[in-house]
């Protein structure tokens, strides 16, 4: 089955400062998401991007489909961007998640 | 908004107790999901459905069933539940096909096995 590499494993900030999360997949995908788990456990949906490039306010998104990888940007972090985040990839409606980035921001 | 929600968001239960996890969704989603999620671990799929009455196994089905008897309705059954299975069960939902299958998820259950 397709495997799903997140890179960094852990990440700490300052607050304000830059981050670059990244997710490899072993095989081509045709769905792909980015999600936040919340400090209450929920996963918040990001981005769906399965190529292309996203944006949403300070956030964005990059999957380069053909070279099986996605990057999610943080740009002028805050410490409420704390949190998991993570990856997920599938070719058929399913989805296999990568073990996720856990980021702290820190003021 | 897309909305899924699950029945409790911490549960105690004791080993060997029969438990139901439910969950809920109103987009009319045919596609319906459940995972556990564990420190280290990541998510794994248990058990997901695409149509009523239909089930499928996720990558780690053993000690779970399923229930779909209604499209926005489907339920996660531990038959007999055991100190392993203590964990964060989360569900989700999506359409089915066409260009965007985005997974939409619930806040969880905290589930305890004693």
């Known amino acids: 089955g397709i495997q799903v590499e997140q890179s960094p494993p852990d990440l700490i900030l300052q607050e304000g400062a830059n981050s670059t999360l990244r997710c490899n997949f072993s095989?081509?995908?045709?769905?792909l998401q980015w999600f936040h788990q919340n400090p209450w456990g929920q996963l918040i949906n990001l981005f769906y991007i399965p190529s292309g490039t996203k944006q949403n306010g300070r956030l964005s998104a990059t999957t380069v489909a053909t070279e099986r990888y996605s990057l999610l940007y943080i740009s002028s972090s805050q410490t409420t961007d704390s949190g998991g985040y993570f990856c997920a990839g599938g070719s058929q409606g399913n989805l296999i998640f990568g073990k996720g980035t856990k980021l702290s921001v820190k003021p | 908004d897309v909305k899924v929600t699950q029945s409790s968001r911490y549960l105690v239960k004791r080993t060997g107790e029969k438990v139901f996890l439910e969950c809920v969704q109103d987009m009319d989603h045919e596609n319906m999901f459940w995972y556990r999620q564990d420190p280290g671990l990541g998510l794994r799929l248990i058990y997901f459905?695409?149509?009523?009455?239909?089930?499928e196994k996720g990558d780690i089905p053993e000690g779970y069933s399923v229930s779909r008897e209604k499209k926005e309705r489907f339920s996660l059954i531990l038959e007999s539940a055991s100190t392993n299975q203590t964990s964060m069960y989360l569900c989700a939902s999506s359409l089915l096909g066409g260009i965007d299958n985005e997974q939409f998820f619930g806040p969880g259950t905290r589930l305890t096995v004693l």
């Open positions: 459905s695409y149509d009523v009455k239909m089930k």
């Open positions: 095989d081509s995908v045709n769905n």
